[in-house]
């Protein structure tokens, strides 16, 4: 029954997310209207949606999602030619587990892991 998973992350800038998220990874803003203080964005099949918290602390931030992808090498290099930056312990590799997977940090320090079933 369940269709789908929408994750809500954390964002301090509403307009430091949008530079990041629709500027350098490629996404754009879901729905018509815009909220004060929610953000929802799409890429191709995911939806990642945030609220505001202005007193969030980055560096005491947990927020993580695990994005399941296709062409995870030509996605890698794509955001490297752009300048993103891959979190210095997960630039992308094999895992054990059959995944090829990188990871990075968004402004507010919210871990998006990629990653690719072998």
Do not use: C
């Not at 369940?2 to 430091?16: E, G, Y």
């Not at 505001?52 to 030619?81: C, E």
């Amino acid at each position: 029954m369940l269709t789908a998973i929408n994750p809500k992350l954390p964002m301090r800038d509403k307009s430091a997310t949008k530079a990041f998220y629709i500027g350098l990874l490629g996404f754009k803003e879901f729905g018509a209207e815009d909220y004060e203080g929610y953000l929802m964005l799409e890429k191709d099949q995911i939806q990642l949606h945030f609220f505001a918290f202005k007193d969030l602390d980055p560096a005491h931030n947990y927020g993580q999602v695990y994005i399941r992808t296709t062409q995870i090498d030509t996605l890698y290099q794509t955001w490297l030619a752009k300048g993103v930056q891959i979190h210095p312990n997960s630039p992308l590799m094999t895992k054990p587990w059959g995944q090829r997977e990188f990871a990075l940090l968004d402004p507010d320090n919210n871990l998006l892991t990629f990653g690719e079933t072998l």
